[in-house]
């Protein structure tokens, strides 16, 4: 099992920046994909954001963050980070990083993870 711990999340003024990390227990024991997910609010379906795999470090994106958001990977630390830029308002949302063993990381599905971290808070104000 992975557990997993997000980190740096926190209120910007619109165009700031973020960068989050998620730390793992060890992604090597029961994954090979990392992924991103945001939710607006409770009810709020969680969407996927961008994912990693962490063998060959093959990226996926949402369209809505291409461009502006990038996910990287330091496997030494056990961590993977989300850079944030250009930041507007409608990326307000709790963000959770999620893990598992997948045949591809590029669907960005919500339903293939089992391993979810708490998630950490990022508003974006105007």
């Known amino acids: 099992q992975v557990r997993l711990v997000e980190s740096g999340g926190g209120s910007v003024q619109a165009g700031g920046s973020l960068r989050l990390a998620c730390v793992a227990s060890a992604y090597a024991d029961d994954s090979n994909c990392v992924g991103w997910f945001r939710q607006e609010a409770p009810g709020k379906e969680r969407v996927g954001v961008a994912?990693?795999?962490?063998?060959?470090?093959?990226?996926y994106y949402a369209d809505f963050v291409k461009g502006r958001f990038t996910i990287s990977l330091d496997i030494a630390a056990n961590t993977v980070y989300l850079q944030m830029d250009s930041l507007n308002p409608e990326d307000t949302a709790l963000y959770y990083c999620?893990?598992?063993?997948?045949?591809?990381?590029?669907?960005?599905?919500?339903?293939?993870?089992?391993?979810w971290g708490r998630g950490t808070q990022v508003t974006v104000s105007s």
């Open positions: 999620a893990a598992d063993e997948l045949a591809t990381c590029k669907w960005l599905d919500r339903y293939e993870y089992r391993y």
């Open positions: 994912s990693i795999h962490i063998h060959d470090g093959r990226r």
